[in-house]
């Protein structure tokens, strides 16, 4: 019998720190050995010329997530896990929202009932708290986060989910008492309101107007807010999509100070701007998300985030709503108001080959900062290190193989999501990965769905390592 069960030979293994030539020996779905002539296995996969990266960690996905009446998300777990594996991803974190005046324990048991058996990647869940009662405040939060839903996220803006600053200190006092980790939607709610009331009142109310309702002080704003909230409460926080030089800088003020805030950008604020939602009819529809992405001159602030630490994790926010049909971008109320369009663009797949080609390729980040922006720090950060996340003797055999040559135009066609089109259509793209593979099991290869849906397994978290002794760095 063969000492491993795969080998992957030839490649060139990057990790966040190093960047080395080394096979990868499997077994029992684990690593068990790196280096060279490792001896023989059931299953050899040649890596030669090829990129043997940890499997990307997507940290900030919608799937199956409940909506507005008549508004339908376009992926479930099924398609929305299958769509990640394609993007050379093993572990995405979904959200399961509280509804409100939902039990938060109904809504997880909800939620795992919509992940069971349709998961072809690894999965777990933060939780989004829109109802902080007592008794979720109590009782029901503090027993979710010691069984492993270790992160949660709360909103300062959206009907239906906005919390006062009042609640947002309510649980970040749970957060503090627990060391969970609180992620922040930051937008003034009362400001937004305002100016879209005022954009409809002028009849401007077309999808490129979204742009127009949260401008950059919505944004700026609230994210100082959040960040005094979290220094106030003493607790970490990560500012989630942050689209803007502003509200970046921001962040890295109170970095400077001492303050754990952590930051996250995502796709569409490197490659999209406010132009691409002035489209004729409702196309400027498809490029509707919250912030929105800017300008020029705020791609190349996310750049800088990225390229300086500001911002540690790189994610999709994957949200995706069909384009065709009712329940989706042309939900009938929308053509009267970009206020009534589904906030949220799919990008579950094209998240890492975006920032590879954009920065790798392009020179803006090297491999292993590309490495830790897409699956190391994301398992730093949410209780998941180091079974995932990276290349290392016992870690999981989570493995993307990546073609760094390989040159492809981006298409839907490619992505494998429930949605029916995709934001960055057309976009020009350097390296993509070949080969996707959870614990040891081969789930994509060459562009071919090989996995089943009952293979991704449930992740209960450790507590995040960076969200214990309170919100400051203490020196
Ligand atoms: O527009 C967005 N980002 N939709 C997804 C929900 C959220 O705020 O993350
Ligand atoms: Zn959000
Ligand atoms: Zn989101």
Not at 369 to 397: E, M, Q
């Amino acid at each position: 019998m063969n000492r491993f069960d795969t080998i992957i030979r030839g490649g060139t293994v990057v990790t966040a720190a190093d960047t080395f030539k080394s096979d990868v020996a499997i077994k029992g779905g684990r690593i068990v050995a790196l280096g060279l002539d490792l001896g023989e296995a059931e299953t050899v996969l040649d890596a030669t010329d090829k990129l043997v990266l940890p499997g990307g960690i997507d940290s900030h996905v919608h799937l199956a997530q409940p909506q507005a009446s008549g508004v339908v998300i376009a992926d479930d777990f099924l398609t929305g896990t299958r769509s990640a594996a394609f993007g050379g991803n093993t572990t995405v974190l979904p959200f399961c929202l509280q509804e409100k005046g939902q039990s938060l324990r109904e809504a997880v048991k909800a939620y795992h009932a919509e992940a069971e058996g349709r998961c072809f990647v690894d999965v777990s869940f933060h939780l989004i708290i829109s109802d902080p009662t007592e008794q979720v405040l109590g009782q029901e939060l503090p027993a979710l986060i010691e069984a492993g839903y270790t992160s949660f996220k709360v909103f300062m803006t959206y009907d239906g989910l906005a919390l006062t600053d009042w609640q947002m200190l309510d649980v970040m006092a749970v957060a503090r008492e627990t060391g969970a980790l609180v992620m922040v939607h930051a937008e003034n709610y009362d400001a937004i309101r305002f100016l879209t009331d005022r954009l409809e009142k002028a009849g401007k109310t077309a999808p490129k107007y979204h742009a127009a309702s949260r401008p950059i002080p919505v944004e700026r704003e609230a994210t100082h807010r959040a960040i005094s909230l979290a220094e106030l409460s003493d607790v970490p926080v990560m500012i989630v999509h942050v689209s803007n030089r502003e509200a970046m800088e921001e962040i890295r003020r109170a970095q400077t100070k001492g303050l754990k805030v952590f930051g996250e950008t995502c796709p569409q604020y490197l490659v999209l701007t406010e132009r691409d939602l002035d489209k004729i009819d409702m196309e400027g529809a498809k490029f509707v998300c919250s912030p929105p992405p800017r300008d020029n001159e705020s791609q190349v602030a996310c750049w800088e985030g990225l390229q300086q630490g500001v911002f540690s994790v790189f994610s999709s926010d994957h949200c995706p709503y069909r384009y065709e049909g009712d329940a989706g971008k042309q939900l009938p109320k929308g053509k009267s108001s970009f206020r009534w369009v589904p906030n949220g663009i799919p990008g579950i797949a094209a998240r890492l080959p975006i920032l590879f080609s954009e920065g790798v390729v392009k020179g803006r980040i090297d491999l292993n900062r590309f490495v830790a922006l897409s699956a190391t720090n994301h398992a730093k950060t949410y209780g998941l290190y180091p079974r995932k996340g990276t290349i290392a003797v016992g870690s999981d055999a989570d493995i993307a193989i990546w073609d760094p040559e390989l040159k492809q135009t981006l298409s839907h066609t490619m992505l494998h999501d429930g949605c029916d089109y995709s934001p960055y259509e057309g976009l020009e793209i350097t390296g993509w990965p070949v080969l996707t593979m959870v614990r040891g099991t081969i789930v994509v290869r060459n562009g071919a769905l090989v996995g089943t849906p009952r293979h991704g397994e449930y992740l209960p978290r450790e507590k995040s390592a960076l969200a214990q002794d309170g919100g400051r760095n203490r020196r």
